[in-house]
């Protein structure tokens, strides 16, 4: 990402960007002045997330930079941002826009890949695994089932067309088994 050091060729900047997003997610964004609340209370920021930054970079047009990005995928859709924002911004609803838009182009790290076929296939975005089973049966807790029932499946299919995201992933699936991007 683009740091406050390194030098900003204007020419690459894309303002088609911050009018597409905006279609997308409102004009909430231009509010933002950087005062970097939303930031301070990150959970992912002792990460090096940057919610601060990544408004930035979107409000200045760096469409590549940002949609190719692994890092605008490191937001836990906690909220925590919106709650502290002074000026009454959903960041994350912004970032999530974002994400939206890189899904579009193919954009979508492995590890946020494996989490969407583990949730296609059960419901979960983490297996449950052989520990977790005994300790749901140690407290008389049912056991968790390892796929989802067919009339569920059907509802998530219908779900990810509406939204056009099953088409994102099939290629984005393909073109990680074509090998072209690096594996994380």
Same mark, same amino acid.
């Given at each position: ?25 409102? @004009? ?19 990460f090096?997330? =940057?919610? +601060? ?8 047009g ?24 002074? !000026? ?10 974002? !994400?939206?838009?890189?899904?579009? !182009? ?8 494996? +989490?969407?076929? !583990?949730?296609?296939?059960?419901? +979960?975005?983490?297996?449950?695994d ?13 056991k ?7 009339s ?8 990810? @067309? ?12 393909? =073109?990680?088994?074509?090998? @072209? +991007?690096?594996?994380?």
């Amino acid at each position: 990402m683009t740091t406050p050091k390194e030098v900003v060729n204007y020419d690459e900047l894309d303002s088609s960007f911050i009018i597409e997003l905006k279609k997308m997610v409102g @004009d909430e964004i231009l509010a933002c002045f950087q005062c970097g609340m939303c930031t301070a209370g990150c959970p992912s920021a002792p990460f090096g997330y =940057n919610i +601060r930054q990544i408004l930035k970079l979107a409000i200045w047009g760096f469409r590549n930079e940002l949609l190719e990005s692994d890092f605008i995928w490191f937001c836990t859709e906690c909220g925590k941002c919106a709650e502290r924002c002074t !000026q009454n911004i959903e960041p994350y609803k912004i970032i999530l826009g974002i !994400q939206r838009l890189a899904a579009r !182009q193919g954009n979508i790290p492995l590890t946020v890949l494996h +989490r969407i076929k !583990q949730f296609m296939k059960s419901g +979960r975005v983490v297996e449950v695994d052989e520990l977790t089973e005994l300790k749901r049966e140690r407290y008389e807790l049912p056991k968790c089932d390892k796929e989802l029932p067919e009339s569920v499946m059907r509802e998530l299919e219908a779900i990810l @067309d509406m939204t056009e995201f099953r088409k994102s992933y099939k290629d984005r699936v393909s =073109n990680k088994d074509s090998g @072209d +991007r690096n594996q994380e």
